[in-house]
């Protein structure tokens, strides 16, 4: 039982007594929902749709990517407006493998070229392409790509000194020059369309109820390992001295500090993070468009992780949760009206939730321990003057 209490994750969460539970809920349904979609008989009360599954998948890709941005906004006082851009480049990343695997079955039948390539009269495929009929190399360039950028986009912006609203400003204008960029039919990433049609991954057919049940259980695994991962960061030295920049980032700088490391450190992690939620989200959706490195998109991970409560990771998660949902429901019943709601969700939010949801569950249990610690059936011992 020692050594029990002694091992990795209790170590992580023995201080957290909410985590856990979103955790253990978030992999219940990871774990039963893609069972019942693959063994439940069809017209039982127990059937999961595919719309369903494809929806839990995404929200669950949604919660990773919010771990992403609290942990740099939450704890080092980053507001990125960016990390769409992070998220579609892992997206992409992934679209292009599953692009390679069509092969001779597109609708042009070239066993080399895309669809769209072929449409447009491509007589070669670009050297950017090669390497992606590899899984393998897919995957590194899931983390590269995004990691890369971060990096050298980190570098220049911290090494100047840039923070705030300035640092905000350039990020978003950084994803709008991607979405730009990669809506271009010449960029070779399929302009408008984007990279669709996908017909299998590692040789099982995506759009069976099998795979997608692997690929969303397998979302369910990572945002708990990625939680496990970003809980391990802000206990140790390393977050400590994050919160520090965070609050007081000249006095941190005085005492020694090299911010602009630390700062470089954790926002280049967070990409790939990103980068990874968006390779997840890709094969669930069939499809990779240029859309999803619309700065809309990067300030709707700024809500979730807003309602959830930043600076508390769980938040993060229960606010892509939250939202998720809500946006499948109100696109579907009130198509028009869901950026207004997604407005007014935010203002209310800054005007009456500014701790978030994880804020008023921490002020609840903080008042359920004053009055633990007020218990009349005590004896009180007065100390005589």
């Given at each position: 039982?020692?050594?029990?209490?002694?091992?990795?994750?209790?170590?992580?969460?023995?201080?957290?007594?909410?985590?856990?539970?979103?955790?253990?809920?978030?992999?219940?349904?990871?774990?039963?929902?893609?069972?019942?979609?693959?063994?439940?008989?069809?017209?039982?009360?127990?059937?999961?749709?595919?719309?369903t599954m494809t929806l839990l998948g995404k929200i669950l890709c949604f919660a990773i990517l919010a771990l992403a941005l609290d942990l740099v906004w939450g704890y080092c006082g980053i507001l990125s407006l960016g990390h769409g851009a992070f998220f579609?480049?892992?997206?992409?990343?992934?679209?292009?493998?599953?692009?390679?695997?069509?092969?001779?079955?597109?609708?042009?039948?070239?066993?080399?070229?895309?669809?769209?390539?072929?449409?447009?009269?491509?007589?070669?495929?670009?050297?950017?392409?090669?390497?992606?009929?590899?899984?393998?190399?897919?995957?590194?360039?899931?983390?590269?790509?995004?990691?890369?950028?971060?990096?050298?986009?980190?570098?220049?912006?911290?090494?100047?000194?840039?923070?705030?609203?300035?640092?905000?400003?350039?990020?978003?204008?950084?994803?709008?020059?991607?979405?730009?960029?990669?809506?271009?039919?010449?960029?070779?990433?399929?302009?408008?369309?984007?990279?669709?049609?996908?017909?299998?991954?590692?040789?099982?057919?995506?759009?069976?109820?099998?795979?997608?049940?692997?690929?969303?259980?397998?979302?369910?695994?990572?945002?708990?390992?990625?939680?496990?991962?970003?809980?391990?960061?802000?206990?140790?030295?390393?977050?400590?001295?994050?919160?520090?920049?965070?609050?007081?980032?000249?006095?941190?700088?005085?005492?020694?500090?090299?911010?602009?490391?630390?700062?470089?450190?954790?926002?280049?992690?967070?990409?790939?993070?990103?980068?990874?939620?968006?390779?997840?989200?890709?094969?669930?959706?069939?499809?990779?468009?240029?859309?999803?490195?619309?700065?809309?998109?990067?300030?709707?991970?700024?809500?979730?992780?807003?309602?959830?409560?930043?600076?508390?990771?769980?938040?993060?998660?229960?606010?892509?949760?939250?939202?998720?949902?809500?946006?499948?429901?109100?696109?579907?019943?009130?198509?028009?009206?869901?950026?207004?709601?997604?407005?007014?969700?935010?203002?209310?939010?800054?005007?009456?939730?500014?701790?978030?949801?994880?804020?008023?569950?921490?002020?609840?249990?903080?008042?359920?321990?004053?009055?633990?610690?007020?218990?009349?059936?005590?004896?009180?011992?007065?100390?005589?003057?």
């Amino acid at each position: 039982m020692k050594l029990l209490q002694q091992t990795f994750i209790v170590k992580l969460l023995q201080n957290d007594d909410y985590g856990r539970y979103i955790l253990g809920f978030v992999m219940i349904i990871g774990t039963v929902i893609p069972l019942l979609n693959i063994f439940a008989p069809e017209g039982s009360v127990f059937e999961v749709t595919t719309f369903t599954m494809t929806l839990l998948g995404k929200i669950l890709c949604f919660a990773i990517l919010a771990l992403a941005l609290d942990l740099v906004w939450g704890y080092c006082g980053i507001l990125s407006l960016g990390h769409g851009a992070f998220f579609a480049l892992g997206g992409y990343a992934m679209g292009m493998y599953l692009m390679r695997q069509i092969g001779d079955r597109g609708v042009y039948g070239n066993p080399e070229l895309p669809d769209f390539m072929v449409f447009l009269n491509w007589d070669a495929l670009p050297w950017y392409w090669y390497g992606f009929d590899s899984f393998g190399f897919a995957l590194l360039m899931v983390f590269l790509a995004p990691g890369i950028l971060a990096f050298v986009f980190g570098w220049m912006a911290f090494r100047s000194r840039v923070t705030g609203v300035y640092f905000s400003i350039i990020t978003q204008a950084l994803t709008f020059a991607l979405m730009q960029a990669f809506f271009m039919n010449k960029f070779g990433f399929g302009g408008n369309n984007g990279l669709t049609d996908f017909k299998d991954i590692l040789g099982f057919n995506i759009q069976s109820d099998a795979t997608r049940s692997v690929l969303v259980f397998l979302a369910s695994s990572v945002l708990c390992l990625t939680y496990f991962g970003c809980k391990y960061i802000v206990n140790s030295k390393f977050g400590k001295v994050l919160v520090s920049i965070r609050d007081a980032e000249s006095r941190t700088r005085f005492l020694g500090y090299r911010v602009e490391h630390y700062k470089l450190l954790v926002f280049t992690f967070s990409a790939v993070i990103a980068g990874v939620a968006g390779a997840l989200y890709v094969p669930m959706v069939g499809a990779a468009n240029p859309s999803e490195f619309s700065p809309i998109n990067s300030i709707g991970i700024v809500i979730w992780v807003a309602l959830g409560g930043r600076g508390t990771l769980y938040g993060a998660i229960i606010g892509a949760l939250v939202i998720g949902y809500a946006k499948s429901y109100f696109t579907t019943t009130f198509p028009d009206l869901w950026l207004y709601i997604l407005g007014g969700l935010f203002v209310l939010t800054t005007m009456y939730l500014p701790e978030g949801i994880a804020g008023k569950i921490e002020q609840f249990r903080r008042s359920r321990g004053s009055k633990t610690d007020d218990d009349p059936s005590e004896p009180v011992m007065e100390v005589a003057k």
